[in-house]
């Protein structure tokens, strides 16, 4: 997962999901279920084939606001330039990941 900034979103997330879904994991660094997702969600990215991106909410706060994040961890797919599906929040089992990836349309 690499992270990026507010004003390379557009390129890393906005523009490239054209080509590919695009999971966002919003996180920070004194978040514990973030730290302990972090390693499911992106051997997923692996397995499935989704690009990844981080965005740290605690120092891109107005990202993280503009796009409605009010805890983290939170996951948003974007597909076709623009947010699909509803964000998850908080930690998730793997089963749950799957099944939120699966609803957004990153996999089937």
Same mark, same amino acid.
């Given at each position: 997962m690499h992270n990026t900034h507010n004003t390379a979103f557009?390129?890393?997330? #906005?523009?490239?999901?054209?080509?590919?879904?695009?999971?966002?994991?919003f996180h920070a660094s004194w978040c514990g279920p973030c730290k302990s997702m972090k390693?499911?969600?992106?051997?997923?990215?692996?397995d499935i084939g989704f690009t990844l991106v981080g965005v740290?909410?605690?120092?891109?706060?107005? #990202?993280?606001?503009?796009?409605?994040?009010?805890?983290?961890?939170?996951?948003i797919v974007y597909k076709d330039g623009k947010a699909v599906g509803s964000p998850s929040a908080g930690a998730k089992t793997e089963t749950a990941l799957r099944t939120f990836l699966a609803t957004a349309g990153v996999w089937a």
């Open positions: 557009f390129d890393d997330v #906005l523009k490239a999901s054209y080509a590919e879904p695009v999971v966002v994991m390693p499911l969600i992106e051997r997923l990215a692996t740290d909410a605690g120092t891109e706060r107005q #990202l993280a606001a503009s796009e409605s994040v009010r805890a983290v961890p939170t996951l």
